[in-house]
Structures are given as structure tokens and as C-alpha cells.
């Protein structure tokens, strides 16, 4: 099921084109009750900020912090264009090459089609 990322302010919702889960509940260590929801995904920008009439290289956005902590309803959301995902994955970034491997919660033709060929 794709994740709603529009609730946070993310104007591309219908451009994802793959999300997961990261952070401790990816690795297998979320405690339960104590640890928020960190989503990681990607997504195709429209023209305009493709072609850089205006610039876009991801989308962050968390609830942590706002009542002085990091817990359990916090969530955590960072999205990068597939050109900026792209760029980190080609240099070797160890965050952006997890993106080929982590158990995906949403994905789509256009990244099966990327994750294919992690070359």
C-alpha cells in the first residue's frame, strides 16, 4: 500500500515511486513503545524541477522533537529525487545503496526496474 507522505506536505505524492521502513525497526531492533517510524523512499519530480528551473533534491520532514522527544508516534520522512538517489548510489553512499536492499513497503514498475540492475 503506498504510504500518504502528502499528510507532511510532500506535493509529489503521486510521483513516489518507492518507500520503506529504515532506522531500528529495519534493523530489527525498534523497542516496542520507545522508538519512532523512519521512511525512506524516492520519487520522480515534475518537469520543471527536473529540467532546474527550479531546484528539488529531496523532501524531509519530521514530527520528532515537537512535544521534546523522538517516540513512539513520531515519524521521520525523508524522500530523494531518483536523480539526487542516483548520484549518492553511484558514489557508493552506504545510505543510498540500503535503498537496493531494504524490504520495500510501496514500490512501482519504474523501481523494479532500477533495483533490477543495482550495477
Not at 56 to 69: A, I, P, R, Y
Not at 84 to 89: N, S
Request: charged residues 20%; negative net charge.
Amino acid at each position: 500500500m503506498k504510504p500518504d507522505f502528502a499528510q507532511y506536505g510532500f506535493c509529489h505524492q503521486e510521483n513516489l515511486i518507492m518507500a520503506y521502513i529504515g532506522g531500528s525497526q529495519a534493523r530489527g531492533a525498534k523497542l516496542g513503545e520507545t522508538d519512532d517510524t523512519d521512511w525512506y523512499g524516492l520519487y520522480v519530480p515534475p518537469p520543471n524541477k527536473v529540467l532546474g528551473l527550479e531546484r528539488e533534491e529531496h523532501f524531509v520532514f519530521t514530527t520528532g522533537g515537537k512535544l521534546g522527544g523522538n517516540g513512539p508516534s513520531d515519524v521521520d520522512v525523508c524522500l530523494y529525487t531518483l536523480m539526487k538517489w542516483a548520484g549518492l548510489a553511484a558514489k557508493g553512499n552506504p545510505s543510498a545503496l540500503h535503498f537496493l536492499f531494504a524490504p520495500l513497503e510501496f514500490t512501482t514498475d519504474t523501481w523494479e526496474r532500477v533495483a533490477a540492475r543495482p550495477e
